[in-house]
């Protein structure tokens, strides 16, 4: 049976209503690829308090965890992703890229120029038909 990964990734938007984009190392699964910063749900950890915690980690920044945005299963192959993607307002700090290789704040409009890990299309989906309804 294929191993199952409960991940969390951070939906955080700025003032000037740019999304929060990674760019996962050349040392990471996913080379090259982009994603919404997060990392996996420890064992007796709520999604909040693990989205919160690996920003922290990460990011070396404080959020604050709102409300689940998508929850999508991708399966890679020889591993499954349950991705929950939250919605986080930044509370503290600024954020650093520490494992990625790049952090970068994009409009909804422009998120499908970059190339996104699976798992995170439909979060990716969801935020620019969201930026059709304004």
Known sequence: MKKMIKVVASIIENENEE??????SPEMTLPNMWEFPGGKVE??????????????????????????FNDNTHDYG??????????????????VAGE?????????????SLKW??????????????CDKK
């Open 43 to 68: 064992e007796n950890e709520s999604l909040f308090e693990a989205i919160e915690r690996e920003i922290k980690e990460e990011l070396d920044c404080d959020i604050k965890a709102l409300e689940v």
């Open 78 to 95: 020889n591993f499954i992703v349950n991705l929950i993607a939250i919605k986080c307002n930044l509370v503290g700090g600024v954020p």
């Open 100 to 112: 990625h290789s790049k952090l970068i704040w994009l409009k909804r409009e422009n998120l499908e």
């Open 117 to 130: 890990a699976p798992a995170d299309v439909p979060a990716v989906s969801q935020l620019i038909k969201e």
């Open 19 to 24: 999304i929060l984009c990674a760019l996962r």
